[in-house]
């Protein structure tokens, strides 16, 4: 399947700093969706981004997709104690859509 | 995320027991996957499902198995012929509406002893 990695693996920022995630594809991804998954929890569907350079916002999260559809990044405004979980990226694939993640990256946000 | 169940949430076995994972939804969705999580790691799918009586083998299938009977219900056995089974099992079902989102249930915690 497409693989995908992520960085960082780690990020510990203060409350109220900014926090950007990376994901990096060596080929090109029909799309890149993005789960959340808090402590203990399971992932959250967060966003889908299909078309080549899209960015998307929601609130205080923006999310974009490169313009050759090889990467995507995950970028957090002024986090909240309530951002903190493991931020997972990959692509929908194949018949079935099944999903091929990235190792994720975990975030902390000291108080 | 709501709408699908997994039972139970925690569960020990002994070495050489199978042990079923339940997995139930109520969205009416047709594909059904299960996703084994690892500490620190992200997910690998196990089996897929995308209609009622057919399922696939995803990248780790070995050590496990399951049935789909019933559009409701993806129950994942795993084996004693699994080398590693100690993880975190999320069962996910797949809405290909316009935001083609996977929803998860809330997991099993398996631990092998």
């Known amino acids: 399947g497409q693989q995908v990695m992520q960085i960082p693996q780690y990020q510990h920022v203060q409350e109220g700093e900014d926090f950007t995630t990376y994901c990096n594809s060596s080929t090109t991804l029909s799309n890149i969706q993005w789960y959340k998954q808090r402590p203990g929890g399971h992932p959250v569907f967060l966003i889908q981004l299909v078309k080549s350079g899209e960015v998307k916002k929601q609130k205080r999260l923006t999310f974009q997709f490169g313009e050759a559809k090889k990467n995507s990044s995950l970028h957090i405004t002024a986090t909240q104690t309530t951002d903190v979980g493991t931020y997972f990226c990959?692509?929908?694939?194949?018949?079935?859509?099944?999903?091929?993640f990235g190792s994720g990256t975990q975030l902390t946000v000291l108080p | 995320d709501g709408g699908i169940t997994q039972s139970p949430k925690y569960l020990f076995r002994k070495e050489g027991q199978n042990v079923t994972l339940s997995c139930e939804q109520n969205?009416?969705?047709?594909?059904m996957y299960w996703y084994r999580q690892d500490p620190g790691q992200g997910l690998r799918l196990i089996y897929y499902s995308q209609i009622v009586n057919d399922f696939q083998k995803g990248d780790i299938a070995e050590g496990y198995s399951v049935s789909r009977e019933k559009k409701e219900s993806f129950p994942l056995t795993v084996t004693s012929a699994q080398k590693n089974p100690t993880a975190f099992y999320l069962c996910a079902s797949h809405d290909r509406g316009r935001t083609d989102t996977q929803y998860f249930g809330p997991g099993t915690r398996l631990t092998v002893l």
């Open positions: 990959g692509p929908s694939s194949g018949s079935a859509r099944q999903l091929t």
């Open positions: 969205l009416n969705h047709d594909a």
